[in-house]
């Protein structure tokens, strides 16, 4: 890729698609914490670091659009994963690249994007994916928007697993082992317990 200049060519993607399984079925990013709903921690921590921003949701659309976001459906139907909510923000994006997060990861890195294209810079890589010192976080990621063919056909062929994705793409890693705690999923009451304590230490609330 070319210059590591983030604010004028990077569109964030808040991915609020899914099914929120393992919440009991509900919508997480509209899940109460720390005064607000999910998706404000997410929206306030990513807006600083991008130059405007999309939804990816496949329910609740009406509530997501009075957040002042644009919305955008997965294009394909069925709740086909992140990355059909990638694929669609990519579609969507007016600028060439996107980066991604969930929105049930309301302690994302205030560098989140600034890392992810200076490593993407150094490597000469079309992508560039976290990797929190465990384990890989594919749902954090830089993606250029002229992959967006190369994906949807990889969905379509019945690929839902991201990391297989960024393995395949030949993605480089992006080291946040120094914060592994930034990419906490809120998939239990515990680990919403866990991020308003994380909120309330670094005074969000």
């Known amino acids: ?8 060519t990077v569109t964030g993607a808040i991915l609020a698609g899914g099914r929120g399984t393992r919440m009991g079925g509900r919508d997480k990013g509209l899940i ?3 005064g607000g709903y999910m ?4 929206i306030a921590r990513l807006r600083p670091q991008v130059s405007d921003m999309l939804l990816n949701a496949n329910r609740n659309e009406t509530f997501y659009a009075d957040l002042g976001l644009p919305v955008i459906g997965d294009g394909i139907g069925g709740f086909a994963g992140p990355l059909a909510g990638l694929a669609a923000c990519l579609r969507a994006s007016r600028h060439p690249w996107v980066v991604t ?12 994007v600034s890392r ?9 890589a079309d992508l560039s994916v976290v990797h929190d010192g465990e384990r890989l976080q594919p749902l954090f990621a830089l ?3 002229r992959l967006v063919q190369d994906l ?3 969905l379509v062929n019945g690929n839902r697993r991201a990391g297989r994705w960024f393995e395949h793409q030949g993605a480089a890693i992006t080291d946040f082992s120094d914060c592994p705690e930034a ?3 809120i998939n239990t009451p515990a680990d919403r317990t866990a991020a308003a304590g994380f909120l309330d230490a670094d005074r969000l609330i």
């Open 152 to 154: 949807e056909h990889w």
């Open 1 to 8: 890729m070319h210059s590591p200049d983030h604010q004028i």
């Open 101 to 112: 997060c969930p929105c049930d990861a309301p302690l994302l890195p205030t560098d989140l």
């Open 143 to 145: 993606v250029p928007t």
């Open 32 to 34: 109460p914490l720390a």
């Open 116 to 124: 992810l294209m200076q490593v993407a810079h150094e490597q000469s």
């Open 183 to 185: 990419f906490l999923n």
């Open 39 to 42: 998706v404000e921690r997410v």
